[in-house]
C-alpha cells in the first residue's frame, strides 16, 4: 500500500507542489551554505520525516502535510536513509543479531 501511494497522483502533485515551494533547492545543503537544485540526472527527493507505513499511508496529515516533508539532494537523502537503516538488533538472548 505504501508503494502504491508514491505512485499516486495524489503524492506526485503534492511532492511538485511542495519542491516548488522550496525554490528546487535542497533544504539541508541550503542550511550549509551550498546551493544544491535538481537536475534531471540528479533530481531532488521529497522526504517523509516521519516514515510511511501501512497503518499511516492514508492519513494525509501524515502522508501529505508539508511541516512533516523535507526536500533534499540524493546525497543528503541518503545519508537519512543510512542513518535510520537498521544494521543490527539486539535479541532477546542480549546477543546481537544481523
Excluded: M
Amino acid at each position: 500500500i505504501v508503494e502504491s501511494f508514491y505512485t499516486s497522483w495524489t503524492w506526485r502533485k503534492c511532492r511538485k507542489a511542495f519542491a516548488e515551494s522550496k525554490g528546487n533547492l535542497c533544504e539541508r545543503c541550503l542550511k550549509r551554505g551550498i546551493i544544491q537544485p535538481g537536475s534531471k540526472d540528479r533530481p531532488l527527493e521529497v522526504h517523509h520525516k516521519v516514515p510511511l507505513t501501512a497503518e499511516n499511508v492514508t492519513d494525509p496529515a501524515v502522508a501529505l502535510n508539508w511541516e512533516r516533508l523535507e526536500l533534499l539532494c540524493k546525497t543528503c537523502h541518503d545519508e537519512e536513509r543510512a542513518r535510520n537503516a537498521k544494521r543490527w538488533k539486539v535479541g532477546e538472548d542480549g546477543h546481537v543479531v544481523i
